[in-house]
């Protein structure tokens, strides 16, 4: 049985789809934060079969639930304080996201300008479809 310790202060990404716990942990460029991060792949689960559970060790507002809800929105945000549970958030697709997916049309203004943000709307919510705000471009992984 593995064993991974418990956090006083963090948040615990749990019902994380297996094998997408790297993905999400370059989006969240936890990476480049001085945090203690810990990721377990293919953990059992009885809802899902195998998941994925990344531990993070550092506050809150460090993280963009925004970019989490694009990635998988559902993932449950387990918010730990004082080694406890104190709040769980679900997550829901965000209306708009910001500097997370880049536009692949050559014609769009964002790669003629480079300092611009990129931001995506979504357009429809069943099909998880999101749109450039300045050339309407379908976004496609």
Do not use: W
């Amino acid at each position: 049985m593995l064993n991974v310790g418990s956090l006083k202060e963090g948040f615990v990404l749990d019902h994380i789809k297996a094998g997408k716990s790297m993905e999400i942990y370059k989006y969240l460029g936890l990476d480049k934060l001085d945090c203690q991060v810990a990721i377990i792949k293919n953990a059992k689960s009885s809802k899902m079969g195998r998941k994925d559970i990344i531990k993070i060790e550092c506050p809150i507002d460090v993280i963009n639930l925004d970019i989490l809800g694009y990635v998988d929105h559902n993932i449950t945000v387990n918010i730990i304080h004082d080694s406890t549970i104190v709040d769980k958030k679900q997550l829901t697709l965000p209306k708009s996201i910001k500097n997370v997916l880049k536009c692949k049309n050559p014609r769009c203004i964002t790669s003629i300008e480079q300092e611009l943000d990129h931001i995506f709307y979504l357009t429809d919510e069943v099909k998880q479809v999101y749109r450039c705000k300045y050339c309407e471009e379908k976004f496609t992984n």
